[in-house]
């Protein structure tokens, strides 16, 4: 009898292992709460109706209250164009005028009339006050979600199966379509990336992502991540509704959302936590919208030809090899190759990296590409991978000096760090030192490249890398530039002499190594502003003045200058090494988008540590221009720079791959202004790149009437 029952709770143990843990029998787990069927009716026309070239006025409350359908010209779709951007604030302005004379009193206009029906009889005069402040635009998806629908037949299939291996709704495989419409290239402006849109910090949770490797942009693994992310997000929450907000304001913010309202309709009702914002709040409506149109996309879209899954083989690299030698010893074409492994980085194909040791490379299901795969030479396996190398500007250096000082071609240090003919660096910069059997290429004229380059039609179908829109900001451009720096000593030499280039101090502003045709100007110049032409990377601001009205300046102020992508500026090179009772210290200073996280994992050691070896408190911040301590046991300090300047090398370039500064606009600091709100909200651009734009500004000490540089930044796509 005692056997029985034994081997019947072990059957019932089996039974309950298998059975599915993301809900209860028979229950659904994606449920459409009442109070959330005018958002999931709002997001389905955004995904099914409003193509790319239209765009909703809208109240950000009550989405069912559409103010009006916004309509682009057929010559420009792109609503970030500067001529878009005002006719946007121009519909927002009229709508706002329209509810101020509501608050005051009955409708008498047409137009009133109209607005006023859209919110029903009693409307109250608060209520149209409110109403004033929720203003929003929203561009519609329709191409954009149809295209993502194309691409996803790739990967959808084998997504659902990886989630099923983790037990979890296999439906959950339809939120890239909210997340980047399944397309692997997606960047946002504040650095999160691949279809699922994993931060750098969440991503390394569960992945590789580092200056050689980003798992983030293979859809693959990056949905194991994402399938236990979500999963570890369900059993902390107890809900899937819940779970799938927490994908975007994060498990601990919802957990403080639940304890203080329960259930998700409640939350979603009556939450006003100061991060749960519009995109947390509809993040469910979202989704929702998006399963329920790409389930039933024929009904929506007509019949389409949908990318057929991709299929390859994984093989676990043995050591460190060049990505040219893999290709040819393999027979592959290098297009075919890419697309099979999205997550290996620009540098590796440029030659500054090996593909990595332990990398799941995936490859054609050919015999012949597995036969040549399982025999690989020995003489293109390495046993390290390659170091990056970056000298610190100081002044009195020169291009052509720094090039001989490291034994490499000039003609190399200007490519691998896009500088012109001129050469003209300045003190602060670090340039990229390139490997001797490295292929140097500018990256930005890769990605160029890549863009019209004839691929298979799988991959060209997926398009230049996408950067995510955002919420618009009322933005208002302002000509003024910061200080120019005072301009280089130049000499004009033949092609075989070498630029000597004096470096001076750069003050607050930035000067634009990318320019192909013009100097920096001085004031002794101003007759000649106007015939100065400049390149996309550098720009002048008369024409913006037109379009603004506003008056020309003096010529030192008509240059806008902007930032090098692809030179990192700081002080990344430890300052100092001390030794004490036989142990190595150095001393940094703290630089845009660090923090004691990302110390730790370069030195190998614990936050903690750090915290202790500083003196500081649990939880104390670290601020920007700090003065820091750190060990040098575990990682030597060559090491630990190789790193830090890897990991802002790899924040740039992916910006800049995604997005280009067009023209920068001045913000004057108000009472309570705070810098990282500032960059979430009102700027839309991260930190680095303000840091970038304003030098001499002491973030950590902004005072009232102070003006900061901001860098309007539009898609590349």
Sequence with gaps: MGSRIRVAAVLMGVFLFWLPSFSQAGQEPFPVYKSIEPNVAFWRDIYAKYPSSKGLIHDNQD??????????????????????????????????QILLHLAKGPAKTEEEKRVAALFGPGTTAKRFRAARNNIRFQLGQKDLFQAGIIRSGAYLSEIKEIFKEHRVPDDLAYLPHVESSFNYKAYSKF?????????????????????????????????????????????????????????????????????????YERIFNDYDGQRFGFASRNFYSEFLAAREVA????????????????????????GYVRVDELVKHLKVDMATFRELNPALREPVYSG???????????????????????????????????????????????????????????????????????????????????????????????AKKQKVASLPQRLASLGPPVSLPAPLKKVKPEQPAPPAPSPVKVETAAAVKEPETEVINVPQGLETARTRTAEILTSAGAAN???????????????????????????ADKAVMLANPDVVMGKIKVARVVTRQGKSYGLIQVEAEETLGHYAEWLGVRA??????????????????????????????DRFEEQRYEYHKEMEEDFFGAYRVDGVRRYKVKRGDNIWALCQGEFEVPFWLIKKYNADLDFNLLKPEQQVVVPLVESIS
Aim: cysteine-free; aromatic content about 8%; charged content about 25%.
């Design 63 to 96: 989405l069912a209250i559409v103010y009006e359908v916004v309509s682009f010209g057929d010559g420009d779709r792109s609503w970030s164009s500067k001529a878009n951007r005002n006719k946007i604030k121009k519909i927002k302005e009229k709508y706002e």
């Design 191 to 263: 650095g999160a990336a691949g279809i699922w849109q994993f931060t750098r910090s969440t991503g390394k949770r569960f992945m590789v992502v580092d200056y050689a490797l980003d798992e983030r942009r293979d859809p693959i693994r990056a949905a194991h991540g994402a399938a236990r992310l979500l999963k570890g997000n369900f059993e902390k929450l107890g809900s899937w509704p819940l779970a799938i907000t927490a994908y975007n304001h994060g498990a601990t913010g919802m957990q403080k959302a639940k304890n203080a309202h329960g259930d």
């Design 295 to 318: 389930k039933d996309y024929k009904k929506h879209f007509g019949s389409l030809r949908i990318m057929s899954p991709l299929h390859g083989r994984e093989i676990i690299m043995p």
């Design 352 to 446: 500054q990296k090996y593909i990595p040791k332990g990398y799941h490379l995936r490859l054609p299901e050919q015999s012949q590409v597995l036969r040549l795969a399982a025999n690989l030479p020995a003489n293109i396996i390495k046993t390290a991978q390659k170091r990056s190398s970056f000298y610190l500007v100081q002044r009195g250096d020169t291009v052509g000096v720094i090039a001989r000082r490291h034994g490499v071609k000039l003609q190399d240090m200007l490519l691998a760090n896009n500088l012109d003919s001129r050469a003209k660096i300045y003190e602060g910069q670090n340039l990229r030192i390139p490997q001797p059997d490295e292929q140097v290429v500018q990256l930005a004229a890769v």
């Design 529 to 555: 502003t106007a015939a100065v032409k400049y390149d996309q990377f550098a720009m002048y601001s008369a024409h913006d003045e037109k379009a603004s009205g506003q008056p020309q300046d003096a010529a």
């Design 608 to 637: 903690r540590d750090l915290r202790r070896l500083n003196g500081f408190k649990y939880r104390q911040a670290i601020m920007i221009d700090q003065q820091l301590e750190i060990p040098l046991g575990k990682v030597d300090k």
